[in-house]
């Protein structure tokens, strides 16, 4: 059993490698319309490999319309890697679904990839013949307002152009536009003849019910000429001739929300959803006063990340919560827009016991199935522990002050006889030492007074640095005649200016937090609350035993 163990732990360890410095294969598409060309990337990491993959198993499914290779070097940290990429451009022989099989290259080979090849759809007969003609199409007839409509635009040309071609900006008032990435090209063979295309998309999310206009867009660029009478000038007019065409206007038609999605809920159409979280640190093991960030992520397929609505906040008895700004992504997919939205937030638990977190949970519409869903996290309990360190500062529980209460009750009735006594003998000791003192005594201070934490502590508040004025005033309170829990809780605004200063420590916005107003609390604290320094100005006092 054990030699059989050891025997699947190499042959995992061995395709590991295998995968690591394997060829991996990729497209630029996987949906395409007979006739257009496709590219295939295959790329290494390993720098033994040499020569360049073998191409003959594409002959049967596809016609190989050219191969370059590009190698890279790249250095991240002092890590030095090499990559090498082939660029194979590929013409499928038939439409439907075409496998392009693995391809190897010395003993590693490349995963098998599935294409979707679709019939182009049939084009106008005078657009077949003209040199340069466009095609728009949608990727469906109807949507709901606010949903996604993706706006396909592809540019033919038969003959060569220069760089000097433009595309008039799309531009909707009832409707906001997001633009697909960059514009691609690739070959088409319409009619026998090898065609170069233009394809650009847009996602269009319409405001309004009703129908909708999709204009025409004007394409214009200027044709190569075959037979140039002179050479042309670097920098002056190309020679040929300008051509312009344009797409025709096509309607599209919006739906009203449903009357059956909730009234007070934020209208989410999409074509799927997904909500995840993650903690940082894991809260199986969270103690009192641990700073635990929680993410929440809102992923929607046909919506944009600004689209998305803010998910509910944490607000829990036994949690401060710190929030941060949220952060809103878009990613290009082959259906248009994928949009996230993450919100994280610092938790600091500040009580023991077991914490209840409800169940987050969003409403949307299904737009590829046409109904109402719900996508939720389930609730989860933290327990979360007593943190040794922070009990001077921690206010204690119900139990643990009705304990303690009752002992005192205890204790004070047991021994009342013996502290009165020795009270007594310890006054009438100290009356007696006074009597052969000095009237005034400097006492010998072996540590910090507090003038000088005082001090210490308003250097570091007004300069902003919100570390150094937690451990200043962590050595100032331990000389106050009670905690900074029983101070914050009977003086609010010192209480506010805690606050402020934990969310600095505990969230992303230390280095914008001002601590002027902490150090104003602390004066505005009255006298009798805090220690008087021993070693103040005492010259004015009259002497306890005049002559």
Known sequence: MTRFTALLLALLLWTCQAQAAGLVASVDRSRLNSGETVELTLESKDVTLFGKPDL????????????????????????????????????????????????????IKSQAISLHVLESPSQDNANKLAPVFIDASLDQDSVYV?????????????????????LTPLQIADARIEQLGESRTYEKVINGLRHGVIEQRYAI?????????????????????????????????????????????????????????????????????????SWSPEPDHSQVGDSLTRSLTLKAEGLSGSQLPPLPATDVNGLRRYPD??????????????????????????????????????????????????SSLPARTLQVANNPTLMVDTPTGKTSATSAAGNATLWRWQLSSLILACTTLLGFGLWWRARWQPAILRAAQTGPSPRTLLDDLKRASLANDPQATRQALDAWARQQPETLADMAARFVPLSDALDGLNGALYSETGQHWQGEELWRAIRAIPITERVQDPTGDSSSLPPLYPK
Do not use: C
């Open 146 to 166: 606010q949903a996604q409509a993706v706006l396909t635009l592809r540019i033919y040309h038969s003959v060569s152009l220069y760089d000097d071609s433009s």
């Open 205 to 277: 999310y319409p405001q309004h019910s009703g129908e909708l206009k999709i204009p025409p867009l004007m394409f214009s660029a200027t044709l190569v000429d075959s037979q140039p009478l002179q050479e042309p000038a670097p920098f002056g007019p190309k020679q040929g001739k300008l051509m312009r065409v344009s797409s025709a206007e096509i309607p599209l038609t919006v739906k009203a929300k449903p009357a059956d999605y909730p009234a007070n809920i934020p209208w989410l159409p999409a074509r799927s959803l997904s909500l995840s979280e």
């Open 325 to 374: 700004q949220p952060v809103l992504s878009n990613q290009n997919s082959e259906r248009g827009l994928i949009g996230s939205r993450e919100e994280r937030e610092a938790l600091v638990p500040n009580r023991s016991g077991p914490i209840e977190l409800p169940a987050v949970e969003v409403v949307w519409w299904n737009t590829f199935e046409d109904h109402l869903e719900r």
């Open 56 to 107: 003959s198993p594409l002959d049967a499914l596809f016609e190989v319309r050219g191969t370059r290779q590009v190698n890279q070097l790249t250095t991240l940290n002092g890590d030095t890697r090499a990559t090498t990429r082939w660029i194979i451009t590929l013409l499928p022989r038939h439409s439907g679904t075409v496998e392009i099989p693995p391809l190897q290259l010395g003993d």
